[in-house]
């Protein structure tokens, strides 16, 4: 059974930090790339982040710089180190492989709002 259990969302003031965590179970972790996605108000979920079993990483243009994807395979645990947040990165987010299929589940994510 495939789970995504994220947590470390919360309320910040824009320029903040948040540290989100994912831990995952029910597959072999340290053999999948994984990714980071969100979900913004009223939009549809998008990959914003990308990680390699060897640990490359991929970022979307609008975090680049700010936002740092990481893994430790021995916990099966991904994180998100979000530094320097805007509103615009307001949404629920979300781990799981970077490809995603059919049969892969969705987590219940953490909210992550930026507002002063």
């Known amino acids: 059974q495939v789970q995504f259990v994220e947590s470390g969302g919360g309320f910040v003031q824009p320029g903040g930090s948040l540290r989100l965590s994912c831990v995952a179970s029910g597959f072999r972790f340290n053999t999948y790339e994984m990714g980071w996605y969100r979900q913004p108000p009223g939009k549809e979920r998008e990959m914003i982040a990308t990680i390699t079993w060897r640990g490359s990483t991929n970022y979307k243009d609008s975090i680049k710089g700010r936002f740092t994807i990481s893994r430790n395979n021995d916990e099966k645990t991904m994180y998100l180190q979000m530094d320097n947040l805007k509103p615009e990165d307001t949404a629920v987010y979300y781990c799981?492989?970077?490809?995603?299929?059919?049969?892969?589940?969705w987590g219940q994510g953490t909210q992550v709002t930026v507002s002063s």
């Open positions: 799981n492989k970077r490809v995603v299929s059919r049969v892969d589940p």
